[in-house]
């Protein structure tokens, strides 16, 4: 008895200190008239975003230039997006001979870069324990 007593008291008591997590929301617009599939790529810091080491990836469809999906579980922190839409089913952004895409892409915060894509700062989301939405636009 007195073994489950001192259970409960340490749970009790850590239950404080768990990590807590929340969802963030996504919905982007703009996208291509027909079916398409958006690939979206979630970064927790500038040198992640920087050495393209994602998070989490999420592959929805887009309907009608429109899609939304979720990343669940998240702890407190600033997060970016990238995403792009695949019109051609090839699983990659498409970039003519210069280098620039010719298929639909967005970050959030509808982040714009100089000569390149945005900064991690420029991108970033704040998400605290509350669930967030976050809405951006392809372009």
Request: proline share 6%; aromatic share 8%; charged share 15%.
């Amino acid at each position: 008895m007195k073994l489950i007593q001192t259970f409960l008291l340490l749970a009790a008591v850590a239950m404080p200190f768990a990590a807590s997590a929340a969802d963030l929301q996504v919905t982007v617009v703009d996208g291509p008239p027909v079916p398409a599939t958006l690939y979206l790529a979630l970064f927790d810091s500038a040198e992640a975003m920087a050495n393209n080491q994602a998070l989490a990836l999420q592959k929805v469809e887009l309907r009608d230039g429109a899609a939304q999906t979720v990343f669940t579980g998240l702890p407190a922190g600033r997060y970016a997006i990238k995403s792009f839409a695949d019109e051609n089913g090839n699983a990659r952004l498409d970039t003519n001979i210069v280098g620039l895409p010719t298929e639909r892409y967005g970050f959030s915060n509808n982040a714009r870069g100089r000569m390149g894509p945005p900064s991690f700062d420029a991108a970033a989301v704040p998400l605290d324990a509350d669930s967030a939405s976050i809405s951006f636009r392809l372009r």
